[in-house]
């Protein structure tokens, strides 16, 4: 079983039997929103997660979150919702202060 916990969304839990799976595609079909300005193909960095706990639990970088680590547009502990794939176990992750929702109610 996978398992998405977003701590700063009242630590929101997302469960799913499916593996290889977009983060993003995870969190959309639960009913949450997230943001994605360039409609989840990894040209912007609007949809980064901050993952706490579990990166190693997420799949190998992709091209463009390589690219936007070189251009320092995405740090060590951040990646790209629409690349990430949860490939086993769990993630702890939080959005991001610049991309939150403003008619979302967040905690910290």
């Known amino acids: 079983m996978l398992k998405i916990i977003i701590e700063n969304l009242n630590h929101r839990e997302i469960q799913s039997k499916d593996n ?6 995870l969190i959309h079909e639960n009913y ?6 360039c409609g989840k193909k990894g040209r912007c960095t609007t949809c980064k997660i901050i993952v ?17 680590r070189k251009n320092n547009r995405l740090k060590t502990f951040e990646r790209l919702s629409c690349q990430a794939n949860l490939i086993k176990g ?6 991001a202060e ?10 910290d």
Not at 20 to 25: E, M, T
Not at 32 to 37: E, G, L, N, R, V
């Open 52 to 68: 706490k706990e579990g990166m190693e639990n997420l799949s190998p970088l992709t091209d463009r979150e390589e690219f936007f």
């Open 32 to 37: 949450i929103d997230w943001m994605h300005a």
């Open 20 to 25: 290889l799976r977009k983060v993003i595609d």
């Open 90 to 95: 769990e993630i702890r992750v939080k959005v």
């Open 98 to 107: 610049e991309n939150k929702f403003p008619h979302m109610d967040y905690t």
